[in-house]
C-alpha cells in the first residue's frame, strides 16, 4: 500500500484560518530590520559556539582514549583506545584529502566523484529547445508516444530561478516532477536561464528579464497553439511567474507556486537569516558585490547557502573534513554540488528591489510599463510551503496567500515537512501539483506531435 499525504509528512492547511494568520501577522519594518541586527550579529558567535562544542567533542574522545587509566592494566581496554586514536587520524588524513578535491570542484577543475552525471541517469527526461536568447532557453518537455497522443489543452510553463540549475525538478526518474507531470498529460515546459556572455547581457536589468519571461510565454502560446497558459515557478521562479501573470492576468488559467517568497517582512522574524545575509544595509552586500565586479561569485554564493545555516554546516564539516567521511552520494546532493551559478546584478537588483526593500509585496515595483500590481492575479492558486524552509520561511510563503484577489476557495496551500529544496524533491507531492494542474488546463483532447 502507497504512503498516505500524511506519512509522507504533507499536510493541506488553511492559510486563512486564525493559526496560519497568526504565523504570518505582519509587524513594523523596524521590528524587522531590529531582529536582522541580532541575527547578523549572532551568527559569528553561534558558529564558534558550535564549532567549539564539535570540537572539543572530538579532543576529548582522544583526550579519553589516550590518558584512560585502564591502558596501564586493562590490555584488551588499551588496545580498542589505541584503534580509536589511530582511526581518528587516518580519517583526519581522509579528511585534509576530502577538503582539497572539494575545493577542486567547487573551482571547476575536478568533476565530483559520484555516480550520477548530467544527461545520464540526471534530467534525461527527453525535451526540445522552442525558445532561445542570450540570456534564456525554453524547453518541451517531449510526449511518449507523440504523435497522436492526447494532452490536456492549456500548456504549463514552468519559470525557474536564474541561480541554480532547472533540472532539480527533473533529477532521476523516480524523483522527476517533470516526468510526473508530463505522464499525467500535462503538455509541460521550462525555462533554463543561461550565462551571459557579452557585456549587453551580463548588465541586463531586472525589467529586461521580465520581457524575456514575457517573449519565453509567447513562444510557448505559438509553439503549443494555446493562447492560455498555466503558469508556475520555483523558488525566484515563482515571483517572475507571479510577476507574469500579474501583467498579463487575462491569458493565464492557474497559478502554482513552489516555495516562493515575496513578502519577506512577515511573522516574528521575517525572512530570518536570509534576510539578514542578504540585507544592503546590516550586512553591506552592496559594498560586498561592488568588490565582486558587480555580483558574488558562484564559490561564495553556494557557500552562503551553508553558512545560513550554522548547525548543519558545522556537523557537515566535522564528518567531512575531520572524520573523512564520503558526500552522501544522492541525486539532491549531486545537484547542490553542481548546481550553483555566480550571482549577475540582475539579481542583486532583485534582492534589493523585491527582498530588501519588499517593492513588489507594498505595490511598489516598476518595471518598464507601470507599478506590478498582484491583487490583478485573480486565478485558481496552490501554493506549496517547506515548513523548514530557510530561505523562504513559512510565515514568507504564506503571505503570498493575501496578496492576490484568487477568492479563498480557489485558494490550495500543501505544508511539506521539508526545506527549500527537499520538500519539493518529494514523490508524495508530484501527484498533487499534477491533479491541480488537471482540473485548471482543460479537457484533454489537443493532440501532439
Same mark, same amino acid.
Given at each position: 500500500?502507497? &504512503?498516505?499525504?500524511?506519512?509522507?509528512?504533507?499536510?493541506?492547511?488553511?492559510?486563512?484560518? +486564525?493559526?496560519?494568520?497568526?504565523?504570518?501577522? +505582519?509587524?513594523?519594518?523596524?521590528?524587522?530590520?531590529?531582529?536582522?541586527?541580532?541575527?547578523?550579529?549572532?551568527?559569528?558567535?553561534?558558529?564558534?559556539?558550535?564549532?567549539?562544542?564539535?570540537? *572539543?567533542?572530538?579532543?576529548?574522545?582522544?583526550?579519553?582514549?589516550?590518558?584512560?587509566?585502564?591502558?596501564?592494566?586493562?590490555?584488551?581496554?588499551?588496545?580498542?583506545?589505541?584503534?580509536?586514536?589511530?582511526?581518528? #587520524?587516518?580519517?583526519?588524513?581522509?579528511?585534509?584529502?576530502?577538503?582539497?578535491?572539494?575545493?577542486? /570542484?567547487?573551482?571547476?577543475?575536478?568533476? &565530483?566523484?559520484?555516480? #550520477?552525471?548530467?544527461?545520464?541517469?540526471?534530467?534525461?527526461?527527453?525535451?526540445?529547445?522552442?525558445?532561445?536568447?542570450?540570456?534564456? +532557453?525554453?524547453? @518541451?518537455?517531449?510526449?511518449?508516444?507523440?504523435?497522436?497522443?492526447?494532452?490536456?489543452?492549456?500548456?504549463?510553463?514552468?519559470?525557474?530561478?536564474?541561480?541554480?540549475?532547472?533540472?532539480?525538478?527533473?533529477?532521476?526518474?523516480?524523483?522527476?516532477?517533470?516526468?510526473?507531470?508530463?505522464?499525467?498529460?500535462?503538455?509541460?515546459?521550462?525555462?533554463? #536561464?543561461?550565462?551571459?556572455?557579452?557585456?549587453?547581457?551580463?548588465?541586463?536589468?531586472?525589467?529586461?528579464?521580465?520581457?524575456?519571461?514575457?517573449?519565453?510565454?509567447?513562444? /510557448?502560446?505559438?509553439? %503549443?497553439?494555446?493562447?492560455?497558459?498555466?503558469?508556475?515557478?520555483?523558488?525566484?521562479?515563482?515571483?517572475?511567474?507571479?510577476?507574469?501573470?500579474?501583467?498579463?492576468?487575462?491569458?493565464?488559467?492557474? /497559478?502554482?507556486?513552489?516555495?516562493?517568497?515575496? *513578502?519577506?517582512?512577515?511573522?516574528?522574524?521575517?525572512?530570518?537569516?536570509?534576510?539578514?545575509?542578504?540585507?544592503?544595509?546590516?550586512?553591506?552586500?552592496?559594498?560586498?558585490?561592488?568588490?565582486?565586479?558587480?555580483?558574488?561569485?558562484?564559490?561564495?554564493? %553556494?557557500?552562503?547557502?551553508?553558512?545560513? !545555516?550554522?548547525?548543519?554546516?558545522?556537523?557537515?564539516?566535522?564528518?567531512?573534513?575531520?572524520?573523512?567521511?564520503?558526500? &552522501?552520494?544522492? &541525486?539532491?546532493?549531486?545537484?547542490?554540488?553542481? %548546481?550553483?551559478?555566480?550571482?549577475?546584478?540582475? @539579481?542583486?537588483?532583485? $534582492?534589493?528591489?523585491?527582498?530588501?526593500?519588499?517593492?513588489?509585496?507594498?505595490? !511598489?515595483?516598476?518595471?518598464?510599463?507601470?507599478?506590478?500590481?498582484?491583487?490583478?492575479?485573480?486565478?485558481?492558486?496552490?501554493?506549496?510551503?517547506?515548513?523548514?524552509?530557510?530561505?523562504?520561511?513559512?510565515?514568507?510563503?504564506?503571505?503570498?496567500? @493575501?496578496?492576490?484577489?484568487?477568492?479563498?476557495?480557489?485558494?490550495?496551500?500543501? $505544508?511539506?515537512?521539508?526545506?527549500?529544496?527537499?520538500?519539493?524533491?518529494?514523490?508524495?507531492?508530484?501527484?498533487?501539483?499534477?491533479?491541480?494542474?488537471?482540473?485548471?488546463?482543460?479537457?484533454?483532447?489537443?493532440? /501532439?506531435?
Amino acid at each position: 500500500m502507497a &504512503p498516505t499525504e500524511q506519512q509522507r509528512g504533507i499536510s493541506r492547511i488553511d492559510p486563512f484560518s +486564525k493559526e496560519y494568520l497568526g504565523v504570518a501577522v +505582519k509587524r513594523s519594518r523596524e521590528h524587522y530590520q531590529d531582529r536582522y541586527k541580532e541575527i547578523f550579529k549572532s551568527f559569528p558567535n553561534l558558529f564558534k559556539d558550535l564549532g567549539r562544542q564539535a570540537t *572539543d567533542r572530538y579532543y576529548r574522545e582522544l583526550a579519553r582514549c589516550w590518558l584512560a587509566p585502564e591502558n596501564v592494566y586493562d590490555p584488551f581496554e588499551a588496545w580498542h583506545n589505541a584503534c580509536v586514536i589511530t582511526t581518528r #587520524w587516518l580519517q583526519l588524513g581522509r579528511g585534509l584529502v576530502n577538503y582539497g578535491n572539494d575545493q577542486r /570542484v567547487k573551482k571547476g577543475e575536478r568533476e &565530483p566523484g559520484t555516480a #550520477w552525471r548530467l544527461g545520464e541517469n540526471i534530467a534525461v527526461t527527453p525535451k526540445e529547445v522552442v525558445y532561445e536568447s542570450d540570456v534564456l +532557453k525554453v524547453y @518541451h518537455y517531449l510526449t511518449p508516444d507523440a504523435p497522436g497522443r492526447k494532452v490536456h489543452r492549456r500548456p504549463f510553463f514552468m519559470l525557474y530561478s536564474w541561480i541554480n540549475a532547472y533540472w532539480i525538478l527533473d533529477l532521476t526518474p523516480e524523483t522527476s516532477m517533470v516526468q510526473s507531470i508530463r505522464d499525467a498529460g500535462i503538455d509541460l515546459y521550462m525555462t533554463d #536561464w543561461q550565462k551571459p556572455e557579452t557585456d549587453e547581457a551580463f548588465n541586463y536589468d531586472f525589467a529586461t528579464y521580465m520581457q524575456e519571461c514575457h517573449r519565453a510565454a509567447d513562444a /510557448v502560446r505559438a509553439h %503549443s497553439g494555446e493562447e492560455i497558459l498555466c503558469i508556475g515557478g520555483y523558488c525566484i521562479g515563482g515571483v517572475l511567474a507571479d510577476i507574469l501573470v500579474a501583467q498579463d492576468p487575462d491569458r493565464v488559467a492557474a /497559478v502554482v507556486n513552489l516555495t516562493t517568497g515575496i *513578502d519577506t517582512y512577515a511573522g516574528e522574524d521575517g525572512a530570518g537569516a536570509f534576510g539578514a545575509f542578504t540585507s544592503f544595509d546590516i550586512a553591506d552586500l552592496g559594498k560586498y558585490v561592488e568588490r565582486h565586479g558587480g555580483m558574488l561569485p558562484q564559490k561564495e554564493f %553556494s557557500e552562503f547557502f551553508d553558512n545560513v !545555516k550554522p548547525g548543519k554546516a558545522v556537523d557537515g564539516f566535522m564528518a567531512r573534513y575531520v572524520y573523512g567521511a564520503d558526500i &552522501p552520494d544522492d &541525486p539532491v546532493s549531486y545537484w547542490n554540488r553542481r %548546481s550553483a551559478r555566480p550571482v549577475y546584478p540582475v @539579481h542583486i537588483e532583485f $534582492l534589493k528591489r523585491v527582498y530588501n526593500d519588499n517593492e513588489l509585496a507594498e505595490g !511598489k515595483l516598476s518595471l518598464g510599463d507601470g507599478v506590478v500590481d498582484l491583487r490583478r492575479i485573480h486565478q485558481p492558486l496552490l501554493v506549496i510551503m517547506g515548513e523548514y524552509d530557510h530561505i523562504v520561511p513559512l510565515p514568507v510563503a504564506l503571505r503570498t496567500h @493575501h496578496l492576490v484577489s484568487t477568492p479563498p476557495a480557489e485558494q490550495e496551500a500543501i $505544508l511539506i515537512k521539508g526545506g527549500h529544496v527537499r520538500a519539493i524533491v518529494n514523490d508524495g507531492l508530484y501527484p498533487i501539483v499534477a491533479d491541480f494542474l488537471k482540473r485548471h488546463a482543460g479537457a484533454r483532447d489537443r493532440v /501532439v506531435g
